[in-house]
């Protein structure tokens, strides 16, 4: 799958591991189960290691762990199960996670801004073209009106700076 | 009225921009219509029974003159020279052709108008009390926090993808003319023990299928603190609503099955951590809003008027719409005036072009070129001198807009219903005709007194039948047109939902069933009685034994 990182098409040094496959040499991105009935074996390897969790998955399962990891990957199984977003939020602004943020699954280009805005900084995507639209997607829409996980500055806090009239 | 500054042009100009190359990607077929239906959604554009139809926000119903001018002109250049209100206080143009409809939006745009979050699952227009800024029992003027609202809401990158749509109501006044209770989210303003002035926050109500009427969440928030307590409860709602089936997916289903003591504690548990964040609102964004919102330059006048007194003397069409559509103002010598669109056999909600430009210079005129849109289809004009309510009449009996019929029989809320809408088991606009024709002696009307009826074309309640007095439900009987009656739902601070009367009754039956169900109110209800008193002492029992005993 590409993977676009910081708005281009980027090397993935990530493995994504089923839980019926063999660990593998090098970074590995485990799920929540395996994380959780093998944890010791996979720390004890001293690789980097990621974690990939499904929609119903909270992040909050997590948060004593998070520490651990490099990656967090967040499942999108269609793009309209929204629910990744607020797991987003919650990784950077509750748990101040400072790893990536992986989208994964039915990641479209029509959702790159909103999920930029909710923290993710990894997308993997189904093919080479929507790294192409990359820049337009998150650029279209210049204005926000809410506080996100990222660094735009929202109208109101433009506006407030503005120089009086 | 709120103005954009430059931040709110960009982003609709921007969102033009962008769904113009959306259809172009579209129309080359690049997106099928599979890919584009998300998209085409977010901006208010359904496919409908036989044609795409495109639903253009009104932010809490209000609406500049120049704003519907720019209805009037879309209705007639690129639609079939009508527009209809619905009950979010939002329009609707049946027959846009997807090619126009970028053009559409550009001329919406101009004057400070789009199609954003009017359909998908996501943060809808947010609703509020028609009467806002002219009610003598409000507390401050709720538009003032669904603008608010509107901002932190329009494109939400965290909620743009909830289980299901989400609707939020705000009502400033002690009489709820918003529907609160039966909103995922209902704010009430309040005042606490300080006299400090707040929300009293309502949550899990709602119509569709299973009507809930929601429940008090917290007593009292803090003005600061909206944004940051509406997220809280947004984001445990995005992470906990069901989303494996689309009839169980709105909030009501999650706060029942979680009880509204626990609901409250997740929500209580996140707005902790989110309480002192960005979202806090400084108190002088708040005055900021409120500014647009500043009463109009009143006069000073007497409240009793000499010359309206006479033409009411002197002029019975006139007086009568005085009795029905003319409400009390605040301040003495100005008054509420409600524009009827039920004019008899003609469907509920819609409004010609030039009857659009009839109101937009009536407005101009007469009410300091400011219009509302109402939940209950009809328009108003809220700041009217007393002593220009005879030329405002004239003007509107001019373009059949003076039925003198507000809150009365024939003042129907009636969804689309099968002449256009995929979902819909039933016909609906053809009932209401029927019914506003059987009744159509205004004197009747007046006799009986204020009566809602609602009528919805299928189980998603669009037409809010389970808060009318009288409420049809369309039924599909082995391919058949059937209505379903309850009875004593109410949408306002009395909020209940009504109850099934009894087997359905067929279409051609359904108006004498109506009829059948006011006789027996008037036979039983004793002076002064509204119909939800009277079936709150008599019960189902009578108007039971009046429809099924003869049949």
Redesign the interface.
């Known amino acids: 799958m590409p993977l676009i990182k910081e708005g281009v098409l980027a090397e993935d040094s990530w493995q994504a591991l089923a839980d019926e496959d063999e660990l593998v040499e090098g970074p590995i991105v485990v799920t929540l189960d395996r994380w959780q009935s093998e944890r010791e074996a996979l720390l004890s390897r001293n690789t980097p290691i990621g974690v990939r969790l499904k929609s119903d998955q909270?992040p909050a399962l997590l948060a004593d762990d998070l520490d651990r990891f490099a990656v967090v990957a967040l499942e999108f199984p269609k793009?309209?199960?929204?629910?990744a977003?607020?797991?987003a939020?919650l990784l950077r602004?509750?748990y101040a996670f400072k790893g990536e943020v992986r989208a994964v699954g039915n990641v479209l280009r029509?959702q790159f801004?909103?999920?930029q805005?909710?923290g993710f900084d990894a997308f993997e995507v189904a093919n080479e073209a929507a790294a192409a639209a990359w820049e337009k997607a998150i650029s279209?829409?210049?204005?926000?009106?809410?506080?996100?996980a990222d660094a735009r500055r929202?109208?109101?806090?433009?506006?407030?700076n503005r120089p009086a009239a | 009225m709120y103005r954009y500054?430059e931040?709110?042009h960009?982003?609709v100009n921007?969102?033009v921009?962008?769904f113009r190359?959306?259809v172009e990607r579209r129309l080359s077929g690049e997106l099928t219509e599979d890919q584009f239906k998300?998209?085409r959604l977010m901006n208010g554009l359904y496919l409908q029974l036989h044609a795409y139809m495109l639903r253009v926000a009104v932010p809490y119903g209000t609406l500049s003159s120049t704003q519907m001018r720019k209805l009037a002109y879309v209705a007639r250049r690129y639609d079939k020279g009508y527009g209809h209100f619905t009950t979010r206080q939002n329009i609707q143009f049946n027959w846009p052709k997807l090619e126009e409809t970028p053009d559409i939006l550009a001329d919406l745009a101009e004057v400070e108008m789009h199609a954003i979050q009017t359909s998908g699952?996501c943060i809808r227009n947010t609703t509020s009390d028609q009467f806002a800024g002219a009610a003598a029992d409000e507390i401050e003027d709720p538009r003032v926090y669904c603008e608010i609202i509107r901002?932190?809401s329009?494109?939400?990158?965290?909620?743009?993808?909830?289980?299901r749509k989400f609707k939020i109501a705000v009502t400033g006044a002690d009489h709820d003319r918003a529907a609160v209770r039966v909103h995922d989210i209902g704010l009430q303003m309040c005042r606490n023990e300080a006299g400090e002035v707040g929300f009293e926050v309502v949550v899990g109500g709602g119509l569709g299928r299973t009507p809930v009427i929601g429940q008090t969440i917290r007593e009292f928030l803090p003005k600061q603190h909206l944004?940051s307590y509406l997220e809280a409860i947004l984001?445990v709602y995005?992470?906990l609503g069901r989303?494996d089936n689309l009839y169980k997916a709105r909030i009501k289903i999650l706060v029942r099955s979680e009880g509204i003591e626990s609901f409250r504690n997740l929500v209580e548990e996140e707005w902790s951590?989110?309480k002192e964040?960005?979202?806090q609102l400084?108190l002088?964004?708040i005055a900021?809003i409120e500014n647009y919102f500043s009463p109009p330059r009143y006069e000073r006048l007497d409240d009793t008027v000499r010359e309206l007194e006479v033409k009411r003397f002197e002029d019975r069409d006139f007086a009568s719409w005085v009795r029905t559509n003319v409400s009390t103002h605040k301040q003495p010598g100005y008054a509420v005036a409600t524009i009827s669109l039920k004019p008899t056999g003609k469907p509920p909600g819609d409004a010609s072009a030039w009857q659009m430009d009839a109101v937009a210079d009536l407005a101009e005129s007469y009410s300091h070129s400011e219009i509302r849109v109402t939940h209950e289809q009809n328009l108003v004009l809220a700041h009217v001198k007393k002593a220009d309510l005879y030329a405002l009449w004239s003007g509107l009996r001019d373009v059949e807009l003076a039925t003198p019929n507000a809150g009365l029989l024939s003042d129907m809320i009636a969804c689309p219903g099968l002449d256009y809408c995929n979902l819909a088991n039933a016909r609906s606009i053809p009932v209401a005709q029927r019914i506003s024709e059987r009744f159509s002696d205004l004197e009747r009307q007046h006799d009986i007194g204020g009566l809602k009826i609602k009528i919805s074309g299928c189980i998603n309640a669009c037409g809010h039948h389970h808060v009318g007095h009288i409420g049809l439900l369309g039924v599909d009987k082995k391919g058949e047109e059937f209505y379903q009656i309850t009875l004593g739902g109410s949408a306002d601070e009395n909020t209940a939902i009504g109850k099934i009367v009894g087997p359905a009754f067929s279409y051609d039956d359904v108006v004498d069933a109506v009829e059948d169900i006011v006789d027996t109110y008037l036979e039983y209800r004793s002076d002064g009685e509204e119909f939800s008193d009277t079936f709150r002492r008599v019960g189902l029992a009578p108007f039971k034994e009046k429809l099924y005993a003869a049949h």
């Open positions: 909270t793009f309209n199960d929204g629910r977003y607020s797991y939020r602004d509750r029509d801004l909103l999920m805005r909710c279209e829409i210049s204005v926000t009106y809410q506080p996100g929202p109208a109101l806090a433009l506006r407030r | 500054d931040f709110d960009t982003l921007e969102r921009h962008q190359d959306q998300p998209l699952n901002q932190w329009t494109l939400h990158p965290e909620f743009t993808f909830l289980p944004l984001r995005n992470q989303r951590h989110i964040s960005a979202l400084p002088d964004e900021r």
